[in-house]
């Protein structure tokens, strides 16, 4: 059995957050096999979305944890809570639960049982399963044609579903500059080059129409971080082999 922090970034998402949460409790009841904990990263929300969390975490103590952000930025929420927690493994999804629970235990299990030291979903695996909007499809595999010439090797770099061993946070995460969108992207990128173990997981996948992405702008600083890491290079962990 290993402790699990789920993670899950909101910003203004009060009207989703309470039954998002709920489902993601009723899941870990049905897998009793890890010790689950879920933490609300509240991420400078301006509406009630950190009361709602506060009143989660006082109905499930020791199962629902409310943290405060007062800075946004997703990539800042999740360095966070990442850091901050002493759970054996470290995952996050995001509150619309657009990936499949069913999933959780594909890209944690692996962690646990000491196979590889990074897990992440897939929305353009041959083998995953999307209800996407053409706009978001075409963006997506845009976006990724781009990173694999550039030299990262995965199919799916900003599908909100990750997890890591706490070891492997430790050393990588302080290594990611970025702390809005480009995070994820980066952070599997300094993982493949400092040789951390990484697997992919095809995920069943449903947009939701109620997204916060700003597709032109989070383009736009995605390539800038590209062109960064070109620039300036991957940064190594300190005593990696």
Same mark, same amino acid.
Request: hydrophobic fraction near 45%; aromatic fraction near 6%; include cysteine.
């Given at each position: 059995?290993a402790t699990?922090? +789920?993670?899950?970034?909101?910003?203004?998402?009060?009207h989703?957050?309470?039954g998002s $949460?709920?489902?993601? /409790? &009723?899941?870990?009841? #049905?897998?009793p096999?890890?010790?689950?904990?879920i933490? @609300?990263?509240?991420?400078?929300?301006?509406d009630?979305?950190?009361e709602v969390?506060?009143a989660?975490e006082? *109905?499930?103590p020791?199962?629902? #944890?409310?943290?405060? %952000?007062?800075?946004?930025?997703r990539?800042l929420?999740?360095?966070?809570?990442?850091?901050?927690?002493d &759970?054996?493994?470290l995952?996050?999804m995001?509150?619309?639960?657009?990936?499949?629970?069913a999933?959780?235990?594909?890209? $944690?299990?692996? %962690?646990?049982?000491?196979? @590889?030291?990074?897990a992440?979903?897939?929305r353009?695996?041959? *083998?995953?399963?999307?209800?996407?909007? +053409?706009?978001?499809?075409?963006?997506s595999?845009?976006?990724?044609?781009i990173?694999?010439?550039?030299?990262?090797k995965?199919?799916?770099?900003?599908?909100?579903?990750?997890a890591i061993s706490?070891e492997?946070a430790? &050393?990588?995460?302080?290594?990611?500059?970025?702390?809005q969108?480009?995070?994820d992207? *980066?952070?599997l990128?300094v993982?493949? #080059?400092?040789?951390?173990?990484?697997? *992919? $997981?095809?995920?069943?996948?449903?947009?939701?129409p109620?997204?916060? @992405?700003?597709?032109?702008?989070? #383009?736009r600083?995605?390539?800038q971080?590209?062109w960064? /890491?070109?620039?300036?290079?991957i940064p190594?962990?300190?005593?990696?082999?």
């Amino acid at each position: 059995m290993a402790t699990v922090d +789920l993670v899950i970034p909101c910003y203004n998402e009060e009207h989703v957050l309470d039954g998002s $949460v709920r489902q993601v /409790l &009723a899941w870990c009841d #049905a897998h009793p096999e890890h010790q689950w904990r879920i933490v @609300v990263a509240n991420n400078a929300s301006t509406d009630r979305t950190l009361e709602v969390a506060r009143a989660l975490e006082a *109905e499930f103590p020791g199962r629902v #944890a409310a943290l405060q %952000i007062p800075v946004k930025g997703r990539g800042l929420a999740l360095r966070t809570a990442w850091l901050t927690s002493d &759970a054996d493994v470290l995952a996050y999804m995001d509150v619309d639960l657009s990936t499949d629970l069913a999933h959780i235990t594909e890209i $944690v299990d692996p %962690i646990a049982r000491g196979e @590889v030291d990074l897990a992440y979903g897939t929305r353009l695996h041959k *083998e995953s399963q999307t209800n996407r909007s +053409l706009k978001r499809e075409i963006t997506s595999r845009g976006y990724v044609a781009i990173l694999r010439l550039a030299g990262l090797k995965v199919t799916d770099a900003q599908c909100g579903f990750k997890a890591i061993s706490r070891e492997a946070a430790r &050393a990588l995460v302080p290594l990611v500059q970025d702390t809005q969108w480009f995070w994820d992207s *980066e952070l599997l990128w300094v993982a493949q #080059a400092n040789g951390y173990r990484m697997r *992919e $997981v095809p995920v069943r996948w449903n947009e939701d129409p109620d997204t916060r @992405v700003k597709i032109i702008k989070t #383009a736009r600083e995605d390539l800038q971080g590209i062109w960064r /890491l070109k620039r300036g290079g991957i940064p190594r962990v300190a005593g990696k082999v």
